[in-house]
């Protein structure tokens, strides 16, 4: 089991930067991949960025590639998104969520993610 909590979302002017973090619980984090979703209103919840496991392999969808960055320091049991010039269509509310232990397949998948977090709001203004 593991609880996520994320932080870091808030008012950023178009072009600037924030950095999210979640925060997990267990000592078994570090088996987990961990995801960044997320959710404009109006729309469909979109897959970020992942990080597996052993951060061997880090995804990123084309509309954040090269602005955002995804990482873990599993001593601290946090993944971080850090996001770079900002757009005002990057607003929406973001969740981490974490895998089943090792997995790493099919992570762009929602229905890959059992662990979910409550979510951080991150609004661009023009």
């Known amino acids: 089991q593991v609880q996520l909590v994320e932080s870091g979302g808030g008012l950023v002017q178009a072009g600037g930067s924030l950095r999210l973090s979640c925060g997990g619980s267990?000592?078994?984090?570090?088996?987990?991949?961990v995801g960044w979703f997320r959710q404009a209103p109006g729309k469909d919840r979109e897959f970020v960025a992942a990080?597996?496991?052993?951060?061997?392999?880090?995804y990123t969808e084309d509309s954040v590639k090269g602005r955002f960055t995804i990482s873990r320091d599993n001593a601290k049991n946090t993944v971080y998104l850090q996001m770079n010039s900002l757009k005002t269509e990057d607003t929406a509310e973001y969740y981490c969520?974490?895998?089943?232990?090792?997995?790493?397949?099919?992570?762009?998948?929602?229905?890959?993610?059992?662990?979910w977090g409550q979510g951080t709001q991150v609004t661009v203004s023009s």
């Open positions: 990080v597996t496991w052993r951060a061997v392999s880090i």
């Open positions: 969520a974490a895998t089943r232990p090792w997995e790493t397949a099919n992570i762009r998948d929602r229905n890959q993610y059992i662990y």
């Open positions: 267990g000592r078994t984090f570090r088996s987990y991949t």
